[in-house]
């Protein structure tokens, strides 16, 4: 997500952009006359909790591609100007290979807008809504690709390279047994294996929304309502 944004970002600047991809979702900004988020919430996307997903992998998944107030998608940073690789899978001096897989990521984007919208067209039925019909997307248009196989950094007069690699909490600090094999915090619904130790803000510590703000007031609720409980109040 942040690295199509920068990429974004860097092509309004008049700037060269080859964006190394990988294989990750993207939202439809806008989708039967609401913001598709707006959907994602009210049919209860959002609030998956972990112990209810068919596949606990989806957890480690990158955060899928989506903007500010707009549409974004690897086809049309392609069509503004960026050239689209694969991973990077070897660097030897100056020289950056990729592997072949753009392809295929961005045919797992589409994939992640196609189910979205399956979604909440599903919720519209289900619940008898009047809601307008789709309208067509330009992000679903594909964009002519030639990926390269590799980059000379030197040659190509690249200024700078942006590594755009998620982040995580450093929580070596915490007892060993507070912290599982991944080293994230042992917790169930917030709660560590001790008392009196919660936390807010993790990446699906109660819900799928919990690492972003759509997810905190309600969890920061939650965990408030334990602490008062733990102290007796």
């Known amino acids: 997500q942040s690295g199509c944004q920068i990429a974004e970002d860097l092509l309004a600047g008049g700037r060269r952009v080859v964006l190394s991809t990988s294989r990750v979702g993207r939202v439809p900004f806008w989708y039967r006359g609401r913001e598709t988020v707006e959907w994602m919430a009210d049919v209860g996307f959002m609030d998956q909790r972990p112990r209810d997903l068919p596949d606990p992998s989806v957890m480690h998944a990158a955060m899928p591609i989506l903007a500010p107030g707009h549409g974004l998608s690897l086809p049309a940073l392609a069509r503004a100007g ?7 899978v070897a660097v030897e001096d100056e020289r950056v290979g990729f592997d072949d897989s753009l392809a295929a990521n961005v045919a797992a984007g589409d994939a992640f807008a196609a189910r979205v919208r399956a979604m909440v067209d599903e919720a519209i039925r289900r619940r008898g809504l009047d809601a307008p019909p ?11 690709l030639d990926p390269p196989e590799r980059l000379d950094l030197g040659a190509g007069e690249v200024a700078a390279v942006v590594w755009c690699t998620g982040f995580t909490g450093d929580f070596s600090w915490l007892d ?9 915090p042992l917790h169930e619904d917030a709660v560590a294996p001790t008392p009196g130790l919660w936390y807010l803000g993790l990446r699906w510590l109660r819900r799928r929304c919990s690492g ?7 969890d920061a609720a939650a965990v408030a309502d334990a602490v008062k409980l733990h102290l007796g109040g």
């Open 134 to 144: 789709a309208e067509p997307d330009e992000h679903d248009t594909p964009a002519d």
């Open 176 to 184: 060993a047994g507070l912290v599982g094999a991944d080293g994230q």
């Open 82 to 88: 960026a050239v689209l690789a694969g991973r990077p």
């Open 212 to 218: 972003i703000l759509l997810g905190f007031p309600g």
